[in-house]
């Protein structure tokens, strides 16, 4: 069964401080990885990585997948109280079901 | 800006009646996905269409739960009758798939459904 698993649960960090957020998975014949920030709506979309060892950058996020090892990272550098959210990763296979993890809480205080 | 729009954006309703929620995907999108959010749970897929058409809906209670695309401007989730374990978020998100991978879904603010 496909499985995406988001780690840690929650984060709590004062802003300026560097945090990693960590997907792994288990999905048939992957296609792409996708990381997504929900704030008090609708989850928005941040980044689509489908080739291992190439980092996404946006400002102070970027992510990068590793295919052999199964899982993806998120960094944000210099926090800010407008990153505090929930991080969601999602996986699409061959079946085209794009499957969420249940995602990372990050609290950033001033 | 091109958005999904959902309506209602609440809806508090008692137990044993019907719902319906409503989405309008993106123009030109030909993928729309139904989820469902909650607490415990985090996002569900319900169901998908594919050019209108049901792809997959083994995440949906098939006694209750029903997803139609009537047209390519209208995709509903109905439930018929509720109940009070089906109190989440129902998100709707569409997207363009080129039928060798994924792109990013966008999705609309959710429907918050209560049913008491």
């Known amino acids: 069964e496909d499985k995406v698993v988001q780690s840690p649960l929650s984060l709590v960090v004062h802003e300026g401080d560097t945090v990693t957020l960590n997907c792994s998975y288990e999905v048939t014949n992957f296609r792409s990885l996708l990381w997504y920030k929900q704030e008090k709506k609708a989850p928005t979309f941040l980044f689509m990585l489908t080739s291992s060892g190439i980092e996404k950058k946006s400002g102070r996020l970027s992510s990068i997948l590793d295919k052999k090892e199964l899982f993806s990272i998120l960094n944000i550098t210099a926090t800010q109280t407008g990153d505090s959210a929930v991080y969601l990763c999602?996986?699409?296979?061959?079946?085209?079901?794009?499957?969420f993890g249940t995602g990372t809480r990050l609290q950033v205080f001033p | 800006d091109a958005r999904v729009t959902q309506t209602p954006r609440h809806k508090v309703t008692e137990m044993g009646q019907e719902v319906t929620m409503r989405c309008q995907p993106i123009l030109g999108h030909n993928t729309v996905f139904w989820y469902r959010q909650t607490m415990m749970q985090g996002l569900e897929l319900l169901a998908y269409f594919r050019n209108r058409a049901p792809l997959d809906d083994s995440g949906m209670p098939k006694d209750r739960f029903s997803a139609e695309m009537p047209d390519a401007t209208l995709a509903t989730l109905k439930i018929q009758p509720s109940e009070p374990r089906d109190s989440a978020v129902y998100f709707c998100?569409?997207?363009?798939?080129?039928?060798?991978?994924?792109?990013?879904?966008?999705f609309g603010n959710g429907t918050r459904l209560t049913v008491t």
């Open positions: 999602a996986v699409g296979g061959d079946t085209d079901k794009l499957i």
């Open positions: 998100a569409s997207g363009f798939w080129q039928g060798w991978g994924n792109s990013p879904l966008h």
